[in-house]
């Protein structure tokens, strides 16, 4: 006798089950994608005791005559593959024939359907897999689909359902997926009669956000849209100051299905780049729409994974149009701001600020502090007391002295020097001058040379440089620091805190990484060689990755069994960070377990060499090291986060001040 046999149906339908009903929301998400392809514009879905009890799914779609109603529970029976050659062309949501056979072999199931044109409807009710009852019903055009005691004949499976609020939990996500792929079609979701989901089917993504997160986050989300050959991307992306704790609410859709897929949310990711801080995560919702032919959405049971034709191609577009939307936002937190508030007043809406110029009776005409002036500077005089702000104190009236070319020209120097921890003239402020004044690379070194310099070399091209990055960061005057860690500042549009060491960490960052990707790179001989000593695994790995040091400035040589010597490194590292750096970087190629990536370990150097070389908290700045450094930060070409994703400027609106001191109500 063989010991082979053919499984009978209902055996069948119970192993399908374990694969496509592994909870109620997996039930919800089969009967919802029918309904969809049913050409529904309205879906309701309605749950008892977290969808154990009972699952109730009405729509207005197509409907379906009795002979269908019966075939629709027959294993591999569907309506949407007629041929071989309709498997590389799908484009509904369902196509396998496998999802009502296996919920109704685990449930009781009860349906019914009247079909577009008949005048009355089907009802059938099917026990574990046995139809019970098939009978004409009068009905509504559309169908309703009632599932109970879910899991009854499995006790093991319905053993390890979670807690009642863990599986709606789990039903609002699919809903939310869905409603957020299909504006179009409204969506509600009920659960013990209490409303969960509301949408409006007005075909508008925006007004699905807002029902879905809420309507301030739909405020702060920013619109995307792009076309290339092959792909066609749409959507909205959170600012980067709201992030979440994971990547959970990254929605990525590939022709109205919402999909997982570890590529796509990692291209997001890095459009994003260093405006977002360690472990948080963005809000995005985006839909690619693209040839079926370029898309294989039979690679798993769920239909929640895919594979595409054309990956790398689809993760460069969607990284390079997410890293286009953010730079030309400008970008600076608001804590002030209510967004629930509505739209601010104009400034002549309410109360006009206070006249703070201060002024006594003089003979002498001088300039007298009062409105925010573009030629602030500042200079210690010799036997005046200077102010935290850098005025000076006359009798009783403070006056800002007007200084000549030449006093500025002078002070900027002392201020670079300063900052960068050098003397005035020295050749690390003389290289930042040749690098700000050659480099094309949009992220700017730390630039040292006046502007004037820059109108002789290419007038028409720094302008227009200098005109598009200073509409992302507004011009402003400094007013001093807090705790000697926090720079404020001021213009027209409210008041600015400043954190300096994230800001010089953004300088310092683009300025290392463009120099780790110049070709020719002059390297310093040290007089006493660092010596590394690694395990034989570490020194294979430090061999592996040479190439790099050396293409990088840093040279390295055998030293007896498992032990290196670095003999030169760049002459642009940090002064005083040296060895500190060039371990890290031994670190990093160590750490890596998928082999050198030469771009990741030049983003990671820099990050390591800009955090190290930055200025640190409780560190005191005069005002001209203060100007000079919103100056450099104003350059570069990202100047609202440092490398680590933190926030470098937050500002607090006039209109927000005032409100706090009740002088707008």
């Known amino acids: 006798m063989a010991n082979i046999q053919v499984m009978d149906t209902q055996l069948a339908n119970l192993i399908a089950a374990g694969e496509v009903v592994e909870r109620p929301a997996s039930v919800v998400k089969e009967l919802v994608e029918n309904a969809i392809d049913a050409g529904s514009t309205r879906i309701e879905v309605h749950l008892e005791e977290g969808g154990l009890t009972s699952i109730r799914v009405v729509d207005n779609g197509c409907g379906m005559v009795e002979a269908d109603c019966r075939l629709a529970f027959e294993r591999h029976a569907t309506s949407k593959l007629k041929r071989e050659r309709d498997l590389s062309h799908i484009r509904t949501l369902g196509f396998r024939g496998e999802a009502l056979p296996s919920i109704a072999a685990v449930s009781r199931t009860e349906i019914k359907s009247t079909a577009r044109g008949e005048q009355g409807g089907t009802r059938i009710r099917i026990s574990g897999g046995t139809e019970e009852v098939c009978e004409p019903v009068a009905f509504p055009r559309g169908t309703e689909v009632v599932i109970s005691d879910l899991f009854y004949n499995t006790p093991a499976r319905l053993k390890y359902m979670?807690?009642?609020?863990t599986e709606v939990g789990h039903v609002s996500d699919v809903m939310n997926r869905l409603a957020l792929s299909h504006p179009n079609i409204a969506f509600l979701l009920t659960h013990n009669q209490k409303q969960l989901l509301r949408t409006s089917g007005d075909g508008q993504l925006l007004h699905v956000i807002a029902a879905v997160y809420g309507m301030n986050l739909a405020r702060s989300m920013v619109q995307i849209e792009a076309e290339s050959l092959d792909f066609r991307l749409s959507g909205y992306l959170a600012k980067p100051e709201i992030t979440r704790a994971s990547r959970s609410y990254i929605s990525t859709l590939i022709n109205g299905r919402y999909i997982r897929s570890m590529g796509l949310t990692n291209a997001i990711l890095r459009g994003y780049h260093t405006l977002l801080p360690i472990n948080r995560?963005?809000?995005?919702?985006?839909?690619?729409?693209?040839e079926p032919t370029l898309v294989d959405v039979n690679v798993h049971p769920a239909k929640l994974e895919v594979r595409f034709s054309k990956d790398q191609e689809l993760y460069a577009f969607v990284e390079r149009e997410v890293k286009q939307v953010w730079s030309g936002q400008r970008l600076i937190p608001e804590p002030g701001r209510n967004s629930s508030a509505g739209p601010r007043p104009k400034n002549n809406e309410y109360q006009a600020s206070m006249d703070w110029t201060l002024f006594v009776p003089d003979k002498e005409e001088k300039r007298l502090v009062s409105a925010p002036d573009p030629e602030w500077r500042t200079e210690r005089a010799e036997g005046q007391k200077e102010d935290s702000v850098g005025a000076t104190e006359t009798g009783n009236r403070w006056e800002l002295p007007d200084f000549s070319a030449s006093s500025l020209e002078q002070e900027e120097k002392e201020a670079e020097a300063s900052l960068y921890h050098t003397e005035p003239g020295s050749d690390y402020v003389a290289e930042?001058?040749?690098?700000?004044?050659?480099?094309?690379?949009?992220a700017a070194a730390p630039q040292v040379s006046s502007s004037v310099e820059h109108e002789e070399q290419d007038p028409a091209g720094y302008?227009?440089?200098?005109?598009?990055?200073n509409l992302r960061v507004p011009e402003m005057y400094a007013l001093g620091q807090l705790h000697g860690t926090y720079i404020l500042a001021q213009n027209q549009d409210g008041m600015f805190m400043i954190d300096q060491h994230a800001a010089q960490e953004r300088i310092f960052y683009e300025y290392f990484l463009n120099k780790l990707h110049e070709e020719a790179i002059?390297?310093?001989e040290l007089l006493i060689p660092i010596t590394l000593e690694l395990t034989a695994a570490e020194a294979a790995a430090v061999d592996e990755g040479r190439e790099w040091f050396e293409r990088v400035g840093v040279h390295m040589e055998p030293f007896g069994t498992n032990s290196y010597i670095i003999r030169s490194h760049p002459r642009w590292l940090p002064r005083g960070e040296e060895e500190g750096i060039l371990r890290e970087m031994v670190d990093m190629v160590l750490t890596s377990k998928k082999g050198i990536d030469v771009v990741k370990l030049r983003?990671?150097?820099?990050?390591?060499?800009?955090?190290?070389?930055?200025?640190?908290?409780n560190r005191y700045l005069n005002h001209a090291e203060i100007e000079a450094l919103i100056e450099r930060l104003r350059r570069t070409s990202s100047p609202f986060t440092c490398p680590h994703g933190r926030p470098i400027i937050i500002h607090f609106s006039t209109y927000d001040i005032e409100k706090m001191f009740k002088r707008v109500m």
């Open 603 to 617: 983003e990671a150097a820099a990050i390591t060499m800009s955090c190290k070389a930055a200025i640190k908290a």
């Open 162 to 165: 979670k807690t009642i609020h």
């Open 432 to 442: 930042h001058q040749e690098t700000a004044s050659t480099m094309d690379e949009p």
């Open 463 to 469: 302008e227009r440089k200098e005109e598009a990055r």
């Open 522 to 524: 002059e390297s310093q």
């Open 281 to 290: 995560y963005p809000i995005a919702v985006l839909s690619l729409e693209m």
